[in-house]
């Protein structure tokens, strides 16, 4: 990863060299560092801590309401599966499975525009707009009699769906260190297993509606109307934290210590066409996206567990009231899995790994328990939810050890690319001919999980090798002396000098950047 790098240096260098001094312009740099010139000073560590209390009581919140709320949507064709859609729309297997498919092409199909959108646009409206359309579509599938209407609602679910995840890293990015990402990439992705619990909650009381003409499942996508007022959380979002109340936080890493731990900042520069150019040729970005493409074959599940829960014998009242232990076991596996994570210094990746190990179990056991076996297999079932603090673990890695806005929404978005491709050829391995016991789709999955592994361990070693290649170079004076221009009030021309941070340099052209692992 370094090769290359000092070439991409020198071929697109910082500013103009004057005096022994490089002069750059505000395009250059960072928007941040316009605001942390203004006059600041130095924070205390006390201060710190209290500004990151308030970021967190004005941020996670809704985040983690947004996701939860989101996740609930993306979930109800699982749902519904249970509660009569297969049945109301005359869908076969594999129309079952397109749904649940055609909803990740359209997601991949748009990534990278939306990912360009949270770009231009203020990040918070263009998300709230988004998901006011998604709330539409979503209410649109109740008036749905047959495949191509559902097909259509769940192509407009996929293009919303991709501001969602990516704008939430961005977010993150902005607000918290590399080391605090963890943690609150952790809070709001385990709202993941909150919507799977109150979702089978309202799936046995939806169960219980009888109406003519209206469907249980077409109760179930109704009540998501009020999804629409998620949009006016995320506009409070922006409002309510300006950069001028964010940047003390983001411009020192005071928890992080020395400078050469590697600054990652997150707040808004303009794209750059080099930088695109090195997030495409570093070999970490295709490994990430490895990983996450076979991390999410086994994510069909999502949209298969409720029919095979039911096809162990159980009836849908007991089915919807199961899925409840999902979530239950995913709030607490991430929870702990981010924790430790945390608190033990590079120890992403080991983490990750271990967290996979009970979901190679699960396999095992839906494999050879004897049909019979009831609740062996639906534990089987429960424990394969563990693996997903890895994904969690991986999507907070990827944001630390990736440096340069432009970079790290290109990176993003590979990899939530790959998210998709895994997640829409997964529900294929789902097919009539393997039912009931599966085993070609869980050994396929069985595989995914090892190759995850495995990936995980490179990708350590990779990065900790180029840890130590830069600890035996020479320090990097560089971008040491680097200046905007600032008129004073009474019109004097100063040099203000620029932090390393704010130039918005990547983790290869910063040499001091240490990838954490």
Not at 20 to 37: P, Q
Not at 301 to 313: A, P, Y
Request: glycine share 8%; charged share 15%; aromatic share 12%.
């Amino acid at each position: 990863m370094s090769s290359g790098s000092h070439n991409v240096d020198e071929k697109h260098s910082v500013g103009k060299r004057e005096d022994g001094f490089v002069k750059v312009s505000s395009k250059e740099i960072d928007t941040a560092a316009g605001v942390a010139d203004g006059g600041y000073g130095e924070f205390t560590l006390e201060e710190s801590l209290r500004l990151r209390r308030k970021i967190d009581w004005h941020i996670i919140p809704l985040m983690c309401t947004l996701y939860w709320i989101q996740f609930m949507d993306k979930t109800t064709l699982g749902s519904s599966a249970i509660l009569g859609i297969r049945e109301s729309a005359h869908l076969t297997t594999n129309q079952y499975n397109w749904l649940g498919t055609v909803f990740y092409l359209s997601y991949l199909a748009f990534e990278f525009p939306q990912n360009l959108c949270l770009q231009r646009f203020p990040v918070g409206r263009w998300m709230s707009l988004n998901i006011s359309i998604w709330a539409v579509a979503l209410c649109a599938h109740a008036a749905c009699k047959n495949f191509t209407g559902l097909l259509v609602v769940r192509l407009i679910l996929g293009m919303c769906e991709g501001s969602i995840t990516a704008g939430f890293m961005i977010v993150s990015s902005m607000f918290y260190t590399r080391n605090e990402q963890t943690l609150r990439v952790g809070y709001w992705f385990l709202m993941n297993g909150a919507a799977q619990i109150i979702s089978g909650f309202i799936s046995f009381g939806t169960l219980h509606i009888k109406t003519r003409g209206f469907e249980p499942w077409q109760w179930l996508m109704i009540n998501w109307i009020p999804d629409t007022r998620g949009c006016f959380g995320i506009l409070v979002l922006v409002s309510r934290l300006s950069y001028e109340r964010v940047v003390p936080h983001t411009q020192r890493e005071i928890n992080g210590g020395a400078e050469n731990q590697g600054k990652s900042n997150g707040l808004i520069s303009p794209l750059t066409g080099y930088r695109l150019v090195e997030a495409l040729l570093d070999p970490k970005t295709w490994l990430f996206a490895m990983f996450s493409a076979l991390n999410n074959v086994p994510s069909s599940l999502t949209n298969q567990k409720q029919i095979i829960v039911s096809s162990f014998g159980f009836t849908p009242l007991q089915t919807t009231l199961l899925g409840c232990v999902d979530g239950v076991v995913e709030i607490v596996t991430i929870w702990t899995g981010v924790s430790i994570a945390s608190r033990f210094e590079n120890s992403r990746a080991y983490v990750a790994v271990i967290y996979l190990v009970p979901n190679l179990v699960g396999v095992f056991m839906v494999n050879f328990l004897p049909w019979e076996n009831k609740v062996g297999l639906l534990f089987s079932q429960w424990i394969t939810v563990v693996g997903v603090t890895a994904f969690v673990l991986a999507l907070s890695w990827v944001s630390s050890v990736t440096s340069g806005h432009t970079k790290r929404i290109t990176v993003n978005a590979i990899m939530l690319s790959a998210y998709c491709i895994g997640n829409a050829a997964g529900p294929f391995v789902w097919q009539a001919q393997y039912k009931p016991r599966n085993h070609i789709p869980w050994i396929i999955i069985g595989i995914c999980y090892v190759s995850c592994m495995a990936i995980l361990l490179v990708i350590r070693y990779i990065l900790s090798t180029e840890n130590k290649r830069r600890d035996a170079e020479p320090r990097d004076e560089k971008y040491e002396h680097v200046y905007v221009e600032r008129t004073t009030q009474e019109g004097i021309v100063e040099r203000v000098k620029v932090e390393k941070e704010f130039l918005d340099l990547t983790d290869i052209q910063n040499r001091d950047f240490r990838y954490v692992l």
